[in-house]
T-cell receptor, first 112, second 111 residues
Framework: DAKTTQPPSMDCAEGRAANLPCNHSTISGNEYVYWYRQIHSQGPQYIIHGLKNNETNEMASLIITEDRKSSTLILPHATLRDTAVYYCIVRRNFQGAQKLVFGQGTRLTINP | DVKVTQSSRYLVKRTGEKVFLECVQDMDHENMFWYRQDPGLGLRLIYFSYDVKMKEKGDIPEGYSVSREKKERFSLILESASTNQTSMYLC??????????FGQGTRLTVV
């Protein structure tokens, strides 16, 4: 599975959009981009995933560049409860062994 | 709602004991995972399984083994617990080609 690079930390003001970048320059054609977050003392929680088109759900939007070498997770109106570590992962979706490996993630702090 | 249940939230064991951490999922998922999480080191994959009786080593399998005799249950075994295995242990499950769901974690202290 391709490796990802994320900034170690970011800050964002409450109510503003939080844009979290992720580089995955070695991603291959059959690998998806997944985002998870982990709020202190809890297990990670799935947010969103995509292959090449932009995706949106009730939690966030995912923008993937045309060459698929990077992506951005957007939390449109960040709240204090969005303070967490955010993980970007690339993963193949096929039958058989599907390893799921986390990097160091980005620690996002939402400030009042 | 998908439920991934870990048998204990907190566990204290003695050095040299054999320790079993149990994880059960109720959604018929093929894939199950065990991670440990330590401050500054993030989530590290110990073992995973993609089917009953099938297992693959993750990045840090040393000192651990696993068992998956039934689809819904994935056990992590510490054959002889050591103090450097004190950690938060997280279990996850996922169907093929979809997102993973995590349990709440087991904080293991080996004394």
């Amino acid at each position: 599975d391709a490796k990802t690079t994320q900034p170690p930390s970011m800050d964002c003001a409450e109510g503003r959009a939080a844009n979290l970048p992720c580089n995955h320059s070695t991603i291959s054609g059959n690998e998806y981009v997944y985002w998870y977050r982990q709020i202190h003392s809890q297990g990670p929680q799935y947010i969103i995933h995509g292959l090449k088109n932009n995706e949106t759900n009730e939690m966030a939007s995912l923008i993937i560049t045309e060459d698929r070498k990077s992506s951005t997770l957007i939390l449109p109106h960040a709240t204090l409860r969005d303070t967490a570590v955010y993980y970007c992962i690339v993963r193949r979706n096929f039958q058989g062994a599907q390893k799921l490996v986390f990097g160091q993630g980005t620690r996002l702090t939402i400030n009042p | 709602d998908v439920k991934v249940t870990q048998s204990s939230r907190y566990l204290v064991k003695r050095t040299g004991e054999k320790v079993f951490l149990e994880c059960v999922q109720d959604m018929d998922h093929e894939n199950m995972f065990w991670y440990r999480q330590d401050p500054g080191l993030g989530l590290r994959l110990i073992y995973f399984s993609y089917d009953v009786k099938m297992k693959e080593k993750g990045d840090i399998p040393e000192g651990y083994s696993v068992s998956r005799e039934k689809k819904e249950r994935f056990s992590l075994i510490l054959e002889s617990a050591s103090t450097n295995q004190t950690s938060m242990y997280l279990c996850a499950s996922s169907p093929r080609g979809s997102e993973a769901f995590f349990g709440q974690g087991t904080r293991l202290t080996v004394v």
